[in-house]
């Protein structure tokens, strides 16, 4: 944009300019600006980034400004850039909004030429080694980061040198030995590139500071910000410094602190220090650094003047600062501070702690974490000191560390679990027939499906460990082949669910003592769970949206309750009908006579009652969402293929085939392609008579039965895959009906409502509250119809290549999209609370327990969010978080 300023002198700007300048630059800004010792320079705006990028050109008029910077800069140093008598070097380093710690590019010492590293020479009093060892730096990072010269070249002559010399260490290789080295080096360079290394300074500078532009789309930084949710289009800053050495001898060196422990969070100094070196060293750890205490005894003005700046960085911020310095000569130089990385554990620890010292606000403390970084704390960990073999990677689809013998039937699972073992059921992928293994199973495993595959969603739903899409395990009846490595029945797998690794035996596992503190287990005096108690306390009193979960045993629904859980947002009844009962529902669906179908039904009350019986009991007072049967009906029917086969060879061998054959005809009739889109949900209530009605009477006994045990059960009847306000009147009629006679005067409500999960209900979503009590939002189902994506099996398919193309940053199956999806949810809101202004609206898609998720259903003013029971509290977080706006929030 013509008239934009691009270049900003780091006394121009501050922290709050993070998006412009980059967090780096921005920072630099706000030292100048504390008047703390910063080299002088300048930042190249992200804008002008962009504006690369987009055009392959620098925009209009940034040479220019660079120009202006550049003499300013020259003039504050009373140097030239690269001049041959006293020469200005500088360093040029990325930096964007958010930090992508060595994902993109830096170039050091620009500036040196063949005649400026002369006067470097006579600038460091005659220390001939350091000027060339700094030129023979420059040609390598020039040449490996601007012009793409394969590194190892310049790595393979500089051990070729060594060689010759007999020496070790760089440090043994005297001026001579380095000279030699340029010429090499610059023969490397012309050799690759055409042409030879540029000797005008500003052609360096101008080439560095677009490679640096340009490292914003190498691979390693478009993959680290695809797994950080960093935006693919902010572009990074580049920061023009004047370049302090750290390598001029033994009164120089360079070094890194944190405020605080970024492990733990403890108070203290934490750091490393490296004497005559530069920054790059101590990252490739070149040499052994020594603690930071150390740097009193070599340099105690240093020392004490580097502790009085990080105390007033940290009481600037109020945070855990680190700090990036170099001590040229005895002067003490600040070339970074951020608010710094930390681990999850340690994020809690300093938020608490900063609170106790009146630094921060309750409310800033809970900004400071995420539901990512609870999460996290969650989980059962592999203790890895060990280093167990790692037979091969998948996606980490449910967190957790589990370990158990491997089995690749769901029924041996069971049947080993009986025995007491510990099993990891390994599968191509998984089905509904597979529940009850995947129950008895400590973990699950398999080769093909992503993230919102139907292992990988069962797994969560149940806090069971899963890895899936491990594709390169080869699975065969008996047993599995990965990478040449063959597992049989009974060996000991290892499966981690957040990395998605994979391990041959057994890797010990420590449990979580957040979740232990969830359980409301005694936990040995922690300070993590201390910090997590302070902070989950305010996002509680702070929150606007109630958090339900997901649950359909009573066993599940007591842990969510612990949790944290406000009642049942969705309980799927099909899940009740696996195992032993799939045999009624099928005759149910099969039967061709109204007595049979009776006698089925029949069959099936007194168990349904059962299992509500004990949900409501869970749940005691709050309110249960019972939804009524909702599968493809596939999911309850012998396999087409399986009976074809079968009646074929029957007939083959003259044997009696009638009642298959009677079957397989059944089964045809009822084939769908598509039975995600086919009779299921509403359509099964509405094409099988009497299935609803056995529900809501075993729903509305169950509530009678409790009540008159002198309990509160609040039960919410809720129909699944309504489009059409029909569907759901003619459903409510019959409900109501029996909902009447069932429950008489014993003092039981029940509310009738619907999910939206079909495009055409959130459409019509005005109409459909008239009949509606509540709305509670499939959000899986709304993705998979709004999308048009078949949520079973799209994401090995071809997701990639949408990340990779930037079409979405996230599987919209995992985090709610926005613009599309979310805009049915909004209009639907809207229209059924302007027909019914009490309508209550809750979420029970995966999105429920998805932390960005939970802000935006705030954002739409949802009642409430329903997922998991491990998500609950990870939900009850974002949802504080949702409801405390501004400040400023690092949590990243
Ligand atoms: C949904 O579609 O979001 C939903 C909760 O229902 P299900 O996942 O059981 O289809
Ligand atoms: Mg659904």
Redesign the pocket.
């Known amino acids: 944009m013509a008239g934009e300023k691009y270049v900003y002198d780091f006394s121009e700007g501050h922290r709050d300019l993070k998006e412009l300048l980059g967090g780096k630059g921005a920072n630099l800004a706000e030292m100048t600006r504390l008047g703390l010792p910063v080299p002088a320079g300048f930042t190249i705006t992200t804008r002008a980034c962009q504006a690369y990028l987009a055009t392959g050109a620098n925009p209009e008029g940034l040479i220019a400004e660079i120009d202006d910077h550049l003499a300013a800069l020259e003039r504050a140093m009373g140097r030239k850039l690269g001049d041959a008598g006293d020469p200005l070097l500088v360093s040029v380093r990325s930096g964007a909004a958010f930090s992508m710690p060595g994902m993109m590019e830096t170039v050091l010492n620009v500036g040196l030429t063949d005649a400026s590293v002369v006067g470097l020479a006579a600038q460091s009093g005659g220390n001939d080694r350091f000027a060339w060892d700094s030129y023979r730096r420059l040609i390598q990072m020039f040449g490996k980061t601007v012009c793409d010269v394969p590194g190892e070249e310049f790595s393979d002559a500089l051990e070729d040198a060594k060689k010759a010399k007999g020496a070790t260490d760089d440090l043994h290789l005297d001026a001579a030995d380095l000279k030699a080295l340029v010429e090499s080096f610059k023969r490397i360079f012309a050799k690759h590139t055409g042409y030879d290394f540029p000797q005008d300074p500003r052609e360096q500078l101008r080439l560095a500071t677009e490679a640096v532009f340009r490292s914003w789309n190498a691979e390693r930084a478009v993959l680290y910000r695809r797994q950080e949710r960093i935006p693919a289009d902010l572009g990074t800053a580049v920061n023009v410094c004047s370049m302090v050495f750290g390598n001029l001898g033994a009164d120089s060196g360079t070094g890194v602190a944190f405020t605080r422990d970024p492990a733990s969070g403890a108070q203290g100094i934490y750091g490393d220090y490296l004497s005559n070196a530069q920054g790059e060293d101590v990252v490739a750890g070149i040499r052994n650094t020594v603690p930071l205490e150390d740097l009193e005894k070599l340099d105690a003005k240093s020392y004490a003047e580097l502790l009085a700046i990080m105390a007033k960085l940290e009481g600037h911020y109020r945070d855990l600062c680190d700090i990036e310095f170099t001590i040229e000569r005895g002067k003490l130089w600040m070339l970074q501070t951020r608010v710094g990385k930390r681990t999850a554990a340690a994020a809690f620890r300093i938020a608490a702690q900063l609170v106790d010292e009146g630094m921060i606000s309750l409310d800033e403390a809970l900004r400071r974490v995420s539901g990512a970084q609870l999460a996290q704390l969650m989980f059962p960990r592999f203790d890895l000191s060990a280093d167990p073999t790692v037979l091969t990677k998948g996606i980490g689809a449910s967190p957790g560390a589990a370990s158990g013998k491997a089995v690749f039937t769901a029924e041996r699972a069971v049947e080993l679990a009986a025995e007491g073992e510990d099993v990891i059921l390994v599968r191509r992928e998984t089905n509904p027939e597979d529940l009850a293994g995947m129950i008895a199973a400590r973990g699950i495993l398999t080769a093909r499906g992503g993230k919102t595959s139907h292992a990988a969603v069962v797994a969560r739903g149940m806090g069971r460990t899963c890895v899936c899409g491990a594709d390169q395990l080869e699975i065969g009846r008996d047993r599995v082949t990965v990478n040449g490595q063959v597992i049989t029945e009974g060996n000991i797998v290892s499966i981690d669910g957040t990395t998605g690794r994979v391990y041959l035996g057994a890797v010990p596992v420590r449990p979580s003592e957040v979740v232990q503190y969830f359980e409301g287990d005694k936990v040995e005096e922690s300070t993590l769970v201390d910090a997590v108690h302070t902070i989950m306390s305010h996002a509680d009193a702070s929150r606007r949206l109630a958090v339900r979960t997901n649950a359909d045993t009573g066993e599940d629904a007591a842990r969510a309750r612990r949790f944290g859980a406000e009642g049942i947002g ?1 309980c ?1 009844t099909e899940h009740m009908f696996l195992g032993d009962r799939k045999e009624l529902v099928e005759r149910l669906i099969l039967s061709s006579t109204e007595d049979a179908r009776n006698d089925a039904l029949a069959a099936l009350l007194p168990l349904q009652k059962a299992d509500f019986v004990d949900l409501f009991r869970a749940m005691d007072n709050l309110p249960v969402t019972v939804r009524l049967i ?1 599968p493809p009906l596939h999911e309850f029917l012998p396999s087409l293929e399986e009976l074809a086969v079968n009646v074929a060879v029957a007939r083959e061998r003259g044997e009696d085939h009638a009642e298959d054959e009677e079957l397989l005809d059944a089964v045809r009739r009822m084939h769908e392609q598509n039975p995600m889109l086919g009779l299921r949900g509403v359509r099964l209530g509405l094409v099988i008579p009497g299935l609803f009605a056995m529900q809501v009477r075993a729903i509305a006994e169950a509530a009678v039965q409790l009540a008159g045990e002198g309990l509160h059960p609040r039960p919410e009847i809720m129909v ?1 895959l309504v489009g059409a306000v029909q569907e759901l009147e003619m459903v409510r009629q019959e409900c109501e009906q029996i909902v009447a006679e069932v429950v008489a005067d014993s003092g039981v409500e029940v509310l009738i409502g619907t ?1 939206i ?1 079909v495009p055409r209900a959130a459409l019509t979503a005005g109409q459909i509250a008239e009949a509606a009590d509540f709305f509670s939002f ?5 993705t998979q119809m709004g999308w048009g994506f078949s949520r079973d099996d799209v994401e090995g398919a071809f997701f990639w290549r949408y990340l990779e193309l930037g079409i979405f940053g996230i599987s919209p199956f995992e985090s709610i999209d926005r613009d599309g999806v979310g805009r049915l949810i909004r209009i639907a809101a809207e229209e059924g609370r302007a027909v019914r202004p009490e309508l209550k609206l809750g979420v ?3 999105h429920g327990g998805d932390p960005e998720s939970v802000h935006f259903f705030h954002e739409v003013g949802l009642d409430y969010v329903s997922c998991s029971p491990f998500r609950v509290p990870v939900a009850r977080l974002e949802a504080g978080r949702a409801a405390i706006t501004g400040g400023d929030s690092d949590s990243r």
């Open positions: 969705l799927r909702d699944p999910m999960e499939g959000t899986n189902d709304l029970c898609g995966e």
